[in-house]
Nanobody, 115 residues
Framework: QVQLVESGGGSVQPGGSLRLSCAAS????????MGWYRQAPGKERELVAS???????DYADSVKDRFTISGDNAKKTVYLQMNSLKPDDTAVYYC?????????WGQGTQVTVSS
């Protein structure tokens, strides 16, 4: 059974940085496609960033040029480096892995950006 374990959330001031990690375990060989959605009160769920096994990355316009996603197939782990954080980035971030039509979700990690 595939499991995703997230870490790295926390509380920072505007302009600060956080690095999220999502480690996959179980009977998998490569990342396939992994990334993060985020859910904030009063907002729709938003796809923040994703990456494929060959390193192709995609970003939401709201985080482009501030966030960087990377992946390590050997460690079966993806990372989301979040810089220049803004209060609007406050949300619960949910890691996911997609293989064909099957999706596995992490437990979520809270990111809070406030003065």
């Amino acid at each position: 059974q595939v499991q995703l374990v997230e870490s790295g959330g926390g509380s920072v001031q505007p302009g600060g940085s956080l690095r999220l990690s999502c480690a996959a375990s179980g009977n998998i060989l490569v990342i396939n496609r992994m990334g993060w959605y985020r859910q904030a009160p009063g907002k729709e769920r938003e796809l923040v960033a994703s990456i494929t096994s060959i390193g192709t990355a995609d970003y939401a316009d709201s985080v482009k040029d501030r966030f960087t996603i990377s992946g390590d197939n050997a460690k079966k782990t993806v990372y989301l480096q979040m810089n220049s954080l803004k209060p609007d980035d406050t949300a619960v971030y949910y890691c996911y892995r997609r293989k064909y039509g099957s999706v596995t979700w992490g437990q979520g990690t809270q990111v809070t950006v406030s003065s």
